[in-house]
């Protein structure tokens, strides 16, 4: 009984370790094949690996928030609704992305992104991604608050990233882009000032779309 | 060195006293100016909080539900009280001038509402600055804040400053107004006095502008003071160094941290008193051993004062559902996870630390504040006594700026508030009483706390006509040991 306990109290300290180990196997299966095209709905299952590998980081503050608030012996279970409900919005929204929409070219989805870094709506998802909602203890109620928390910072999330993503979308997924856009991701979701983060990040995407398209335009 | 300037206990002053004769007249000729003019009384109180659409650079600055709460304020006053000296020399006041407080907890009738801020005109029949109508019904006729709102007692027994269950609040971020990180000064009395005086006290884009915000501020402010007589302030970078801008006289740019706050004798004030005149401290003294239901470890004896941080906190139960507030008394049950507190028994076997409970009631909630306080009582017996009520009451609910908490303007998330309580004293004491036998369950009651209302006709006690009905939501209340 006792060593049973005392690993459980070392796991206490850092709840989300699960959830970045399976962060850090996606990017090592996506660094294993750069450069990949987007070819349709087939690629699905690789536009999975690549949103937990880009977005699971932003998702470890929710996923320890779920555990600690989560009686001790129902941990992981919670931390692994919380997410898996998170990832399902990403996978949605590849499915939406990969099925139906046209391909943009790189410029103009760079173009899009940092126009709506701007927009009043980008800094209410923002805030809203780190919008926290009481967690019963036990039983089928707290189940589905685990779950329906991680649908909803993984909603809010997505509406604040949408645009970013759309630009992994609209190119060959390349070490450099998803290594600099799940940076900007993450800068965005822990700093302390992320009103501002949106702004200079604007900036940087604005500056990359005018090197894709000035070529193009010239 | 000159002479600091002395804060003094605003029930030692006759109502006609110079000292706030002289402020009233500040408060005239400040409200005189044009609200751009940094000096003028609709400026400072902006500062603090602004309904304006188009706020000026240094409006809706105060940092509440955070660490920072009490070195902003200790800021604020120090420059508005030289912005208000410079207006007292101004009208031919004295050069001594300094904010007076209000010890709301010193007995007697000091809990009611200072004579020189209850009516109209003063003692020579002219208007009176210092009078607001936008207070409760029943404060400015002389309604009573009763004790367990204006007890500096669950704050000053707090050993360590940072923390949400601990006397100075949470680590949050220096940006934004409102985080749920509030500490025990700040709930009680500070909270729960804004939300009992009510009108413009109750809201923050509002409270500067009522003349007594300032002495609610200094008493505040003098708990801090009193605290630091016996007890460690943060030394992590992130407080000690965090600045804040404010303006000094002649509407100067100006700029404190909380390292230079820290002690009052640098900034030439002080208070008329030199130690606390109750006994120290006022509720944590070292306890024989006690068994709680559950075979615990040994508690080793307990250290004062206690530098340590806030403990790693492991939860142990919580509500299933969300629980509404309306105006009268609540009971909800929590009931202790059996697994847990098992497994946790062995865990704290092998490390051997003092075992310490805290109740966390959070993600509380409403469209707006219903002015009401809600006393937090636990265990408390079916037709509690006024003694049970004392014994059993661990903290209070009050939602002072839960309208900005929800609606941000800053960098900060919409968030409920919470208020989170250490318990151990009294789950020490009904376990010794073996009043907590199953040890399985612990219940948390609600109860809302009323004015004292006058002595006198009855038709002189106004009943209170804030928004007692509008519900308050508390997400959950949950227990945790450490």
Redesign the interface.
Known sequence: MVAFAVPRVRAAAHPEAGAAVVVALAWIVLLARPGHHWAGPADLPQWTVMAAAMMGPAALPGVRHTALNSLRWRRRRAAAEFGLSYLAVWVAYGAVVLLLLPPVPVGVALLVAAGWQLTPYKRRWLLECHRGRPLPPTGPRADRAAAEFGLRVGGACAGSCWALMAVMASGPMSVLWTAGLSGLVLTERVTRHPVRTTRIAALVLAALAFAYLAPALA | MSLPFVRVDVWTLPEDDPVLTAYGDAVAAMKAKPASDPTSWAYQAAMHGSLSAAPLPLWNQCRHGSWYFVSWHRAYLYYFERIVRAQVVANGGPPDWALPYWNYDGGGDHNTLPLAFRGPTRTDGSANPLFVTQRNAGINSGAGLPPSITTPAFALGRPTFTGASEFGGGIS???GQFWSQTGRLEQTPHNDVHVAIGGWMGNPDTAAQDPIFWLHHANVDRLWWLWQQHHQDPTDGRWTKQSFDFVDTGGVPAALDAAGVESIATLDYAYDHRRLRIPWPPIRKVRPLVRWPFPWPERPERRLPDPAPEP?R?????????VQLVGSQVRVPV?I?R??SE??R??M??RQPEHRAFLDV??IDADRDPGVVYGVYVNLPDGASEADLAAHHVGNVSLFGVERARD?R??????GLRVSMEITELLDRLAADGTWEDGEQVDVTFRPITLEQPAGPADQAVARTEHVQLPITV??V?VHFA
């Open positions: 971020s220096a940006s790693q492991e939860i142990v139960g919580a509500t299933e559902q969300p009931r996870d697994r847990v497994s946790l062995f865990d076997r092998a959070e993600d941000p800053g960098d900060e998330p919409g968030h997400g959950r949950s």
